[in-house]
């Protein structure tokens, strides 16, 4: 009588998948191929030596860009590894014979080993250098739309101090386990007044250049008013001015001149009429700003939106 075959150490695809998803090159070395699975164990890892390099040589908002096609291409590793282990486990023999390393316990020591390499390197990125955020109110359309999801590049004023025109998420002045969302307008030195809703500089009317109101009619829901281009130094960026009376804080339309203290900024809404900003709480603290939010990385309504704020 022939031999029966022993099949009960046959590699399942589904198994290899999960182990797959658990950690990239895992379900190759489910299947046998403890070489193939550490090489795609290193590639998906690779890029997070990489991100903490560009965050530290530069602060530039290119290196967000950077940083987030290297994630997708630590992304794209992973579905390579799923399909790859899927492929290997329905090629491997019926009678496989169990490796030395075809262990649980390996498994869960490359698991662990794995993993915390990852949760530190995922935790220095996020306490010192890259943060993601949801904004959940309309207080920077046109710029940024209710819903956003952005990243903040939290190297950006290590050696540097903002800019007119830096989005930047900072501390709530008066809460500061909340987080705001503002544009920097002025900065340590100017002089800032609001006065029927213009907004001057050092004493000097800022120039304003009126849009199609056609970005207004992707808002949901959507508001009456005018789009402007407002020029503040070398920038421009897009501002609404809010019709009615709807939505309005007329207290905080206008404010009274004062000088941007040192060590301070001046932050605006780049919706006028519906943004509580330092006309509500004053020039913010550079100490209490968390970052430059640089890229829009799952925009609200429009995947057109996707990518860098700069040109929004």
């Not at 329905?90 to 080993?113: A, F, Q, S």
């Not at 903040?152 to 987080?179: M, Q």
């Given at each position: 009588?022939?031999?029966?075959?022993?099949?009960?150490?046959?590699?399942?695809?589904?198994?290899?998948?999960?182990?797959?998803?658990?950690?990239?090159?895992?379900?190759?070395?489910?299947?046998?191929?403890?070489?193939?699975?550490?090489?795609?164990?290193?590639?998906?890892?690779?890029?997070?030596?990489?991100?903490?390099?560009l965050?530290?040589?530069?602060?530039?908002?290119?290196?967000?860009?950077?940083?987030?096609?290297?994630?997708?291409?630590?992304?794209?590793?992973?579905?390579?590894?799923?399909?790859?282990?899927?492929?290997?486990?329905?090629?491997?023999?019926?009678?496989?014979?169990?490796?030395d390393?075809?262990?649980?316990?390996?498994?869960?020591?490359?698991?662990?080993?794995?993993?915390?390499?990852?949760?530190?390197?995922?935790?220095?990125?996020?306490?010192?250098?890259?943060?993601?955020?949801?904004?959940?109110?309309?207080?920077?359309?046109?710029?940024?739309?209710?819903?956003?999801?952005?990243?903040?590049?939290?190297?950006?004023?290590?050696n540097?101090?903002?800019?007119?025109?830096?989005?930047?998420?900072?501390?709530?002045?008066?809460?500061?386990?909340?987080?705001?969302?503002?544009?920097?307008?002025?900065?340590?030195?100017?002089?800032v007044?609001?006065?029927?809703?213009?907004?001057?500089i050092?004493?000097?009317?800022?120039?304003?250049?009126?849009?199609?109101?056609?970005?207004?009619?992707?808002?949901?829901?959507?508001?009456?008013?005018?789009?402007?281009?407002?020029?503040?130094g070398q920038?421009?960026?897009?501002?609404?001015?809010v019709?009615?009376?709807?939505?309005?804080?007329?207290?905080?339309?206008?404010?009274?001149?004062?000088?941007?203290?040192?060590?301070?900024?001046?932050?605006?809404?780049?919706?006028?009429?519906?943004?509580?900003?330092?006309?509500?709480?004053?020039?913010?603290?550079?100490?209490?700003?968390?970052?430059?939010?640089?890229?829009?990385?799952?925009?609200?309504?429009?995947?057109?939106?996707?990518?860098?704020?700069?040109?929004?």
């Amino acid at each position: 009588m022939a031999e029966e075959m022993n099949t009960k150490n046959r590699r399942q695809p589904t198994a290899a998948v999960v182990l797959s998803l658990i950690m990239p090159g895992l379900g190759q070395v489910y299947c046998g191929r403890l070489a193939r699975g550490l090489v795609l164990t290193f590639l998906n890892m690779l890029p997070l030596p990489i991100i903490m390099g560009l965050l530290l040589a530069s602060n530039a908002a290119i290196v967000v860009q950077q940083i987030v096609g290297l994630i997708i291409a630590g992304g794209m590793v992973q579905l390579v590894a799923i399909i790859d282990s899927a492929r290997l486990a329905k090629r491997t023999k019926m009678d496989y014979e169990l490796k030395d390393y075809n262990r649980w316990y390996v498994y869960v020591l490359l698991i662990l080993t794995i993993t915390v390499g990852s949760a530190g390197s995922g935790l220095y990125l996020r306490d010192q250098a890259l943060e993601a955020f949801v904004v959940p109110v309309g207080s920077m359309y046109p710029t940024i739309f209710q819903g956003d999801r952005l990243l903040a590049n939290k190297t950006a004023y290590n050696n540097a101090d903002p800019l007119k025109g830096d989005i930047i998420v900072f501390r709530n002045p008066h809460n500061r386990k909340e987080n705001y969302v503002e544009r920097v307008v002025a900065l340590a030195g100017d002089t800032v007044e609001v006065r029927d809703s213009e907004l001057y500089i050092n004493g000097e009317k800022l120039k304003r250049e009126r849009l199609s109101d056609s970005p207004l009619a992707t808002l949901k829901p959507k508001m009456q008013g005018e789009v402007f281009y407002e020029f503040n130094g070398q920038t421009k960026y897009k501002i609404i001015m809010v019709s009615g009376n709807e939505g309005k804080a007329p207290a905080l339309t206008d404010f009274k001149q004062i000088t941007v203290p040192k060590y301070h900024c001046f932050v605006l809404g780049d919706n006028r009429n519906h943004s509580k900003d330092s006309r509500s709480f004053g020039p913010v603290a550079i100490a209490s700003i968390k970052g430059r939010l640089d890229y829009l990385y799952f925009p609200a309504q429009r995947w057109s939106r996707f990518g860098s704020l700069k040109g929004q």
